[in-house]
């Protein structure tokens, strides 16, 4: 699929593209990794509840770790939007599918 995207008609279509094939999908895949992170320090938070003090301080380390994580994936999602609607790129997928038939 990423072939049909190699020639683009303009540079806002080529950047559209690569947010859509590249730059969406990682920011996608951190944001589970930071979701993930923040379940791991909750189970961890509860778990050790009562029992083992540094394993509670460590679960909220990690907590707090992964709502920043999260943070940080939808601003760099809204600053890429902010920046392909700048610049005119924020076409729709199928007709950047169009523009490249």
Do not use: C, R
């Not at 379940?39 to 050790?48: M, Q």
């Amino acid at each position: 699929m990423l072939v049909n995207y190699a020639y683009a008609a303009d540079a806002a279509s080529l950047v559209a593209a690569i947010n859509k094939v590249v730059i969406n999908p990682i920011i996608g895949f951190l944001f589970a990794l930071a979701l993930a992170y923040f379940f791991f320090g909750l189970i961890k938070f509860l778990v050790n509840k009562g029992k083992d003090e540094n394993s509670v301080t460590q679960g909220k380390s990690h907590m707090v770790w992964g709502i920043i994580g999260m943070f940080i994936m939808v601003s760099v999602f809204g600053i890429m939007n902010l920046i392909t609607g700048t610049i005119g790129a924020d076409i729709n997928p199928e007709q950047i599918e169009q523009d490249v038939n």
